[in-house]
């Protein structure tokens, strides 16, 4: 897999996603339930045994990729393994296409000189020359930036994937990739210009905002998470940040809750998506809990 096939594995990956998410900091339902901490929960309904929700974080730290007793305990008994999107090759290839433009125009074109520079010097760090940057699209060279320079490749979501296929399990993906493209393809040049803007201003404190997202995650923590990309998103554009969270979060999670039914009915699925889409008011655990689904967690 090459680095421009793992930059667009979107989910809850590029950081400015997980900003945008944070919008999400609505009060938890169902008092006694504390719905901001905890990363592993069963999912039960009637006729079908218990399923698992596990979230999910963008990183190569071995620490992650160490999955705790329950949650492998829990993969190793699924019968299926079900993520936001098949990571197969299709997905991958489709992936790195869409990321570049097509129509002749460059990027340097788009933006102007000045801002191509700062783009460039900084997108040298993610491993991408200047010729490939020319090609890409303004949202492509904005997620790039918002993710941490990539090292081993092997991130979370990848492993979970590997495995699977290696313990012949089932996998199945809750959307395509050209569903979750479509978020940033479907913005308009300026929009996507903008979003490349404040990456490249908030490229600085990148790595920071990393270590500390990946700090909250490792405790478990989202109610955490969300407040420190909450107070990231201040500095941001508020109405694109508003449209992620609508578009990426919370229109996302109601498709992802209906999708995840039919594996719920069969029962013992390791169903795993990013971590911010598990909490808040629209949050997959809320919106399971709606449908009738028992939510309880494990870890």
């Known amino acids: 897999m090459t680095h421009y096939q793992k930059v667009l594995k979107i989910n809850r990956w590029a950081p400015f996603v997980l900003l945008a998410a944070l919008l999400l900091l609505a009060a938890m339902s169902h008092a006694g339930i ?12 009637e006729d079908a045994e218990p399923a698992y929700l596990f979230g999910t974080i963008h990183s190569e730290d071995p620490g992650v990729l160490q999955l705790a007793g329950p949650v492998q305990q829990a993969f190793d008994a699924s019968q299926a393994v079900v993520l936001e999107m098949l990571l197969d090759v299709d997905a991958m290839m489709y992936s790195s296409t869409a990321m570049l433009m097509m129509d002749g125009r460059t990027l340097s074109d788009i933006v102007g000189q000045p801002l191509f520079g700062k783009i460039s010097r900084a997108i040298q760090s993610r491993g991408i020359p200047e010729m490939v940057l020319e090609r890409m699209q303004p949202w492509a060279a904005a997620v790039t930036l ?11 979501d990848a492993m979970l994937y590997k495995n699977a296929l290696q313990q012949g399990k089932e ?7 050209q569903e ?15 979003l490349l803007k404040d990456a490249v ?15 909250a995650y490792k405790q478990r923590d989202l109610n955490r998470l969300m407040a420190i990309s909450d107070a990231s998103m201040q500095q941001g554009d508020q109405r ?17 809750a209906e999708r995840m039914r039919q594996y719920l009915q069969q029962g013992k699925a390791f169903i795993a998506v990013g971590a911010l889409h598990l909490p808040g008011k629209e949050g997959l655990l809320n919106l399971l809990e709606q449908q009738g689904y028992t939510v309880r967690r494990v870890y």
């Open 146 to 156: 918002s993710m941490p320079a990539p090292e081993t490749g092997q991130v979370l």
């Open 201 to 215: 201003e908030n490229f600085p404190d990148i790595d920071a905002m990393h270590a500390a997202l990946l700090a």
């Open 180 to 194: 979750q493209l479509q978020v940033f393809e479907s913005m308009s040049e300026a929009d996507q210009i903008a």
């Open 240 to 256: 694109l940040a508003d449209e992620f969270q609508q578009r990426l979060i919370v229109d996302r999670n109601h498709r992802m």
């Open 34 to 45: 504390d719905k901001g901490h905890g990363l592993l929960w069963e999912v039960s309904g």
């Open 171 to 177: 996998v199945y993906g809750l959307e395509t990739v």
